[in-house]
């Protein structure tokens, strides 16, 4: 046969659009780690049931509210339910999935969720999110949904996919935290450490010293947002990213980036403030400069002693989850050592696991404590490990060297999406995951923020899901590309990423999420 020129460029135009579609339908993130795609596609049914096996009953809520938007009603029942197009399964046979792993299969039956824990329907879910329109997330009536057929089998790498906050600098309120837990959950992560105090702000009430929240509280960085959350909005976030399976680890930083609260309780300093070196601010005078290194507690004090236990033993009474960062970074002291470790042992005593940034490795402290790497100073240590390396997951670097942020100290030029991407595990079994970081010296407001976090965050949550095996940083910016409409759409102020061939829609004004509950 034969076409002529303009004939054919519609063909080919044709083809590039029917292309683009499939790839849209197809794009999970993070990849799972076996996926078949069918030809055919199951269409919707207005009427649905959902059906679900005894225990599931959280899963069946949220998979409610994915699907409501496309059916005129949903119904439940048990798992005995006739004409089931939506299963949730929970089945101990998938117990070698892992906790966190899921099945997932589309066919002309319907849709099969299955998991042996909630977590892994939770996740199941995530992914069917990915499979649906992003005109879902506006949580608005939508006609004509459609799922591709496919069978998935997914579970992590990593039990350890994290998500860091520097509220400290800048405070980013309740409201926002929770629109970014929404957005942490939509890419499988499970782990918020929230960075909660530093020289420029102390963010979290303790009941012993208010004077912390009212007078540190107030500080930030020039530029930034003062603020704290009381114990009851810290609860509340934690209560919000549980049913999103993620889990909260709050960071008292000591005994360095300590200045919020020495400008708030004067005998936390030595005598005539000779614990802070070189002198940027004078108690009670509150610091809003970026500098770093200038001050720690008067560690040998008695009031700094109790001031530590106090201050970890509410921070532990409030947390729900296993583990609290003490911190640890950046403090060039005598008996800095024996100091962390009393930090350490004190987390024990409260009941949980301490966490902190590598330089805690060096003290005497169990072997079950966690050691966050921020650097490729070499770490001598078998203790679990956090991958944070500045050169692959410091967000608060520029995402292209146009964007020049003044945090280039670790990578001039910034991290790309493509070094974070590109990062493979090296090192031993004692890697436990990944978790990026947002410093906000420079990220003073929540645009600025979700411009440091999107998309690097998804190319850091597939880093931690997917075995390096399934990864492939071409296929990744295609997969990526649809991902410009949803997070248009979700409200988010994301980074245009040169390199990916963006698909977008008129972003939305407001932050949305077909999981947010305001
Ligand atoms: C180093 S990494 C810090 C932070 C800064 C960051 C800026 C670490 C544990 N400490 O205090 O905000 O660099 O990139």
């Not at 033993?313 to 583990?323: C, D, N």
């Not at 009393?342 to 050691?371: C, D, H, M």
């Not at 600025?448 to 850091?460: E, G, I, K, N, T």
Request: proline share 5%; aromatic share 12%; with cysteine.
């Amino acid at each position: 046969m034969f076409y002529s020129f303009w004939q054919r460029s519609q063909l080919v135009f044709l083809l590039l659009v029917i292309s683009q579609l499939a790839l849209a339908e197809s794009a999970i993130i993070p990849q799972p780690k076996n996926a078949h795609w069918g030809t055919d596609s199951w269409s919707i049914p207005k009427e649905s049931e959902i059906c679900f096996s005894s225990g599931a009953e959280s899963s069946v809520r949220w998979l409610q509210k994915l699907i409501a938007p496309l059916t005129n009603g949903v119904s439940t029942e048990g798992l005995a339910c006739k004409k089931a197009s939506w299963v949730l399964q929970l089945d101990s046979a998938l117990k070698s999935l892992g906790e966190e792993g899921y099945r997932l299969s589309v066919s002309g039956k319907g849709v099969v969720l299955s998991s042996s824990t909630n977590t892994g329907l939770f996740y199941a879910i995530q992914t069917l999110r990915q499979l649906l329109p992003a005109e879902l997330e506006l949580s608005q009536p939508f006609k004509n949904g459609v799922l591709p057929y496919v069978e998935i089998e997914d579970a992590p790498l990593y039990s350890w996919r994290g998500s860091m906050l520097d509220v400290a600098r800048s405070f980013y309120s309740v409201a926002y935290v929770k629109q970014h837990i929404d957005r942490m959950a939509l890419f499988k992560l499970n782990r918020l450490h929230l960075h909660l105090t530093d020289d420029q702000g102390w963010r979290i009430e303790i009941k012993a010293y208010p004077n912390l929240t009212r007078h540190g509280g107030a500080g930030a960085v020039t530029g930034g947002s003062a603020g704290f959350y009381t114990q009851e909005d810290y609860k509340e976030i934690q209560r919000y990213a549980s049913d999103r399976k993620i889990i909260v680890i709050p960071e008292v930083d000591m005994p360095g980036h300590i200045y919020a609260a020495l400008a708030s309780q004067p005998e936390l300093n030595c005598e005539n403030f000779t614990n802070i070196t070189v002198r940027k601010a004078t108690p009670p005078q509150l610091y809003p400069g970026t500098e770093v290194k200038w001050n720690s507690l008067c560690i040998e004090k008695d009031e700094v002693k109790a001031f530590a236990t106090t201050v970890l033993q509410e921070l532990a009474a409030m947390t729900q989850g296993p583990w609290i960062h003490i911190g640890g970074d950046e403090a060039e002291l005598v008996n800095y050592d024996k100091f962390v470790s009393s930090l350490a042992e004190k987390v024990y005593k409260f009941g949980k696991t301490p966490v902190g940034w590598q330089e805690i490795l060096n003290a005497n402290i169990k072997a079950r404590t966690i050691g966050q790497i921020w650097t490729h100073d070499p770490v001598n240590s078998s203790n679990p490990q956090i991958l944070s390396y500045c050169d692959r997951f410091y967000f608060d670097h520029s995402n292209t060297p146009a964007e020049a942020l003044p945090n280039d100290w670790c990578k001039k030029g910034g991290v790309s999406l493509e070094d974070t991407y590109g990062f493979t595990f090296k090192g031993g079994p004692n890697n436990i995951g990944i978790e990026a970081a947002v410093w906000t010296e420079w990220a003073n407001n929540t645009d600025q923020m979700d411009d440091r976090l999107w998309p690097r965050l998804a190319a850091s949550a597939e880093v931690s899901w997917t075995s390096e095996s399934r990864r492939d940083v071409v296929d990744f910016h295609s997969r990526l590309a649809p991902f410009g409409k949803r997070f248009d759409l979700m409200g988010i102020h994301f980074y245009e990423t040169p390199t990916v061939q963006w698909i977008r829609a008129k972003r939305s004004m407001n932050a949305n999420s077909v999981f947010l509950d305001r």
